[in-house]
């Protein structure tokens, strides 16, 4: 219901979550930062959002 709100005014809803099993690690692992880069090249005001 939440996505066809937004579709309808012309918005999309994105994301990409990636989690780590160690919850004191705060590197983005390759992948994630792979995944990172590549969104951003399409979304250059894309935030990286790293939570512990």
Sequence with gaps: MIEEHYVAQGLSIV???H????FDD?????VAKNIGDH???YF???PI???I
């Excluded at 705060?26 to 390759?30: A, K, R, Y």
Aim: hydrophobic share 40%; with cysteine; aromatic share 10%.
């Design 49 to 51: 959002l790293l939570g």
């Design 26 to 30: 705060v590197e983005l692992c390759g």
């Design 39 to 41: 969104i951003s090249r």
């Design 19 to 22: 989690a780590n099993e160690r």
């Design 44 to 46: 250059p005001q894309a």
């Design 15 to 17: 994301g990409y979550f």
